[in-house]
């Protein structure tokens, strides 16, 4: 069965790094896509990126300049490292896996980890 | 950025009632993907490929659509039913989109 768990800190200051680790069970990161979502107080999702099976990266336009997604495929896991952050930031992060192939969805999700930007 | 518009954004339904929520795309998609996402849980896939129902989902719910209008239909309300539920595209080049959620409450 495939998992994925985020963890991480809930609290980050303005300016400063957010650093996120999701490692997954039960799947090969070196297989399919692999992404960061995030929910925003309010309910509204927005994808921020993804690193590939082969490592090959895409983010969204509305964070390329502040977002890196890189992974260790020796112990599963991938990472998501947003540089300069806000208040607005402030969402429950997922990671998630999506399909391969030319159309994208979200079959497997982790639970969600909190990170709160504030001084 | 292809633009997902979700209407409503919050309805009531009674148990037996039957629920259409829409999602309407900004482009032309050639898929739509739906999420249900229940308080304080992570959104789980519920429908693929615009009518495919994800393992586990209950054959009173359907999806239709093509082009920039999708839809996602409960055949009879039950009370698990309620929830937050959202569309997505994931087209070959990104970025991919949500929709703001319809949140769906029991009556």
């Known amino acids: 069965e495939v998992q994925l768990q985020e963890s991480g800190p809930g609290l980050v200051k303005p300016s400063q790094s957010l650093s996120l680790t999701c490692s997954v069970t039960?799947?090969?990161?070196?297989?399919?896509?692999w992404g960061w979502i995030r929910k925003f107080p309010g309910n509204k999702m927005e994808w921020m990126g993804y690193i590939s099976y082969s490592g090959s990266t895409s983010y969204n336009p509305s964070l390329k300049s502040r977002i890196s997604i890189t992974r260790d495929t020796s112990k599963n896991q991938f990472f998501l490292q947003l540089n300069s952050v806000t208040t607005e930031d402030t969402a429950t992060y997922y990671c998630a896996r999506s399909t391969r192939g030319t159309v994208h969805w979200f079959a497997y999700w982790g639970q969600g980890t909190l990170v709160t930007v504030s001084s | 950025e292809i633009v997902l518009t979700q209407s409503p954004t919050t309805m009531a339904a009674s148990p037996g009632e039957k629920v259409t929520l829409t999602c309407r795309a900004s482009?032309?998609?050639?898929?739509m993907h739906w999420y249900q996402q229940r308080s304080g849980t992570s959104p789980k896939l519920w429908i693929y490929e615009t009518s495919k129902l994800a393992s586990g989902v209950p054959n009173r719910f359907s999806g239709s659509g093509s082009g920039t209008s999708y839809s996602l239909t409960i055949n009879s309300m039950e009370t698990e039913d309620a929830a937050t539920y959202y569309c997505q595209q994931g087209s070959s080049y990104p970025p991919w989109t949500f929709g703001g959620g319809t949140k769906l409450e029991l009556k």
């Open positions: 039960g799947y090969s990161i070196t297989s399919n896509y």
């Open positions: 482009s032309s998609v050639s898929y």
